[in-house]
């Protein structure tokens, strides 16, 4: 892939994050929401990051239009858990397979190590090949597994539990 800008996620690059997003909410068991999400409901994921702090977004542009994401939020709601984040990123469908993943986690993470973080933790349905190498290749490890811990299409999920300590 030629020509990917990858830059801290902006406002205009929400509804093309929505429609990737709510591709993977209605076609695969990758992310656990049943229902698509609005416009309103993604400005407040969009809201919770910043430029500098724990909680970041990268997007990597393709010809003005945004093709994925990697971000950081919250692991747990304790005080406590704050030097840990758990991460997420998605690709459009079509860009799979370029080193785009990995691209985006190390500009994340380049930008996490002037932050108070310690650990990053991966949440990913099974199986997944692609998104576990891709943790696998950027440091994380598989920690643990979370049996039929979620159900979506009428079946229960894994989750596999990946994490890298800064």
């Known amino acids: 892939m030629q020509n990917i800008l990858i830059r801290r996620i902006e406002q205009a690059d929400l509804p093309a994050l929505l429609a990737i997003y709510n591709h993977y909410v209605a076609t695969t068991a990758i992310t656990f929401d049943l229902e698509p999400k609005t416009l309103v409901q993604r400005q407040k994921w969009l809201d919770g990051f910043a430029p500098a702090g724990r909680h970041q977004c990268f997007v990597a542009v393709q010809d003005g239009e945004a093709i994925g994401w990697a971000s950081t939020g919250k692991f747990r709601e304790r005080a406590a858990y704050d030097g840990t984040v ?12 370029h080193g785009l993943g990995r691209r985006l986690f190390e500009t994340l993470f380049a930008a996490l190590s002037h932050e108070d973080v310690h650990a990053a933790i991966g ?44």
């Open 86 to 97: 758990e991460t997420s990123i998605y690709l459009k469908p079509d860009t799979h397979g």
């Open 123 to 166: 949440v990913i349905t099974l199986p997944n090949a692609p998104s576990e190498g891709l943790h696998r290749a950027c440091g994380f490890e598989l920690v643990g597994t979370l049996k039929e811990a979620g159900r979506k299409f009428g079946r229960f999920w894994d989750i596999g539990l990946y994490q890298k300590v800064f």
